[in-house]
């Protein structure tokens, strides 16, 4: 799991050098689909163009993790910056680090493992 959650590190970090930073960047594996993990992003940069920012989101994740990674992976999920669940996240100020969440409710959500990679207000 190390391996798996440096790697996305990574990834955020080329994206955030690149692209622009993020207000949010984490992993989720929901209560209900164990073993698959969401990757939860938000940044003014997707704002502008959601559905190109998810693509440039999943092109990163295939280029910077392996097969059986990737096979890990359920789906990338923007969260608008004005989205106030945002402010939940306020809590668990962090950047391109992990830190490391069990048993919550996030975006009314059941999770029940989080990795916060990059959480801050700009």
């Not at 960047?25 to 940044?43: H, Q, T």
């Not at 693509?55 to 106030?84: C, F």
Request: hydrophobic fraction near 45%.
């Amino acid at each position: 799991m190390t391996d798996f959650v440096d790697r996305v590190i990574k990834v955020e970090k080329h994206l955030a050098k690149k692209q622009g930073e993020f207000t949010l960047f984490a992993l989720f594996e929901r209560e209900d689909v164990p073993n698959k993990w969401d990757v939860v992003v938000s940044a003014a940069w997707i704002d502008k163009n959601e559905r190109r920012g998810r693509e440039i989101v999943a092109i990163q994740l295939r280029k910077g993790l392996s097969n059986s990674q990737i096979l890990s992976l359920s789906r990338v999920i923007v969260v608008g910056k004005n989205d106030p669940a945002l402010k939940v996240l306020r809590a668990i100020a962090t950047q391109h680090q992990k830190v490391e969440v069990t048993d919550c409710i996030f975006f009314g959500l059941k999770i029940r493992h989080a990795y916060i990679i990059t959480s801050h207000q700009h």
